[in-house]
């Protein structure tokens, strides 16, 4: 049978050079990449891609670019988890991964992370892409270096992503102001806080707001909605502070909080006894299941985060090993969770 080491020989060249014209990868001149194919195919060569990768002794490294969880809202921790299990189980076929993690609400500290993970050479990245502006120059730098990439969580379109993970930004928020048309009036009124200080530089965000309007659009709803943006998510004075105020002069019938931070407006709805409020809300960490199981919470909209994460190193992985391209979106699901089934799922 004939090997990648026969190949070499008969090319005369070395078997990481035959490695890279099999897999399609960059660094080999079209003379010597023609060289090898008519050898290739002379020998009617097929190849083992797993066995020929252990047996050059490759290892594969793909960097992780995600947000990191914080002490109360643990939802990144659920990606990093699945991220962590896929590269346990493929550890045998020498791949690893290396975190770069930043403050999802720093644009900064996602350029700092990013520019850290440009420091070393990576086979491929994962990434989610929370800032679209800094995407938009960042992602440019892995093209350059022919870095294949994936996206998981925020689908950002227009870039050379190898796949995308994640919900249907915009769908979502469509399901979002269905369940809250069942809840509330056709002449209601529905407050959106964000709880960001530059709104329109995140793209999922806005796609679920845009998504939640357009369900009463489409509908011709005379349902009102009121956008308002909160600067500091960290500090519950200025959070009671800018509620206060809106509520001081009208009461809302339900409340949409296109994030995982509904706890925080629950929070407020709990000590101010607004308990007829329905609010709308995204993913099941534990201070969100608290509110729901306490009725300050209707609806969650889950998206399991963690098989995001578990999904897109095995996509990697069989791109690197297999050279097997990824199918261009893989949905992740649009879970319902209520007080009643939340233990459930």
Request: charged content about 25%; some cysteine.
């Amino acid at each position: 049978m004939t090997t990648i080491k026969d190949i070499a020989i008969k090319a005369n060249v070395s078997t990481g050079t035959v490695d890279r014209v099999i897999h399609n990868r960059p660094g080999v001149s079209e003379k010597t990449k023609s060289h090898i194919k008519k050898i290739i195919k002379e020998h009617n060569f097929k190849i083992n891609t797993i066995a020929s990768t252990l047996a050059l002794n490759k290892n594969y490294k793909i960097a992780v670019l995600i947000p990191e969880a914080g002490a109360k809202n643990e939802f990144w921790s659920e990606p990093k988890k699945g991220i962590e299990k896929a590269t346990d189980e493929i550890k045998n076929f020498r791949i690893s991964a290396s975190f770069f993690m930043f403050n999802q609400f720093d644009s900064h500290s996602y350029k700092e992370a990013f520019l850290k993970l440009t420091n070393d050479d990576f086979d491929a990245v994962l990434i989610a892409p929370v800032f679209q502006k800094e995407t938009d120059k960042l992602a440019k730098l892995l093209d350059q270096k022919e870095t294949p990439y994936v996206f998981i969580n925020t689908e950002i379109k227009g870039f050379n992503a190898l796949s995308f993970i994640g919900q249907d930004s915009f769908k979502s928020g469509y399901l979002a102001a269905k369940l809250m048309s069942i809840m509330i009036s056709n002449n209601g009124e529905v407050l959106i806080p964000v709880f960001r200080l530059n709104k329109g530089n995140y793209s999922s965000i806005n796609d679920r707001i845009n998504g939640f309007k357009a369900f009463f659009q489409d509908k011709k709803s005379s349902i009102k909605i009121k956008d308002i943006v909160i600067p500091n998510f960290q500090k519950p004075k200025i959070i009671n502070g800018v509620l206060d105020e809106l509520f001081r002069d009208k009461m809302f019938d339900g409340i949409f909080v296109p994030s995982s931070n509904s706890f925080l407006i629950a929070e407020y709805l709990e000590v101010s006894q607004f308990k007829n409020i329905k609010l709308v809300g995204y993913d099941t960490n534990k201070k969100n299941i608290e509110f729901l199981k306490k009725d300050f919470i209707d609806f969650l909209i889950c998206q399991n985060p963690y098989m995001q994460g578990y999904n897109g190193i095995k996509l990697l992985s069989d791109y690197l090993l297999l050279n097997k391209p990824p199918n261009p979106i893989y949905p992740s699901p649009m879970t319902i969770v209520t007080k009643e089934n939340v233990d459930s799922i």
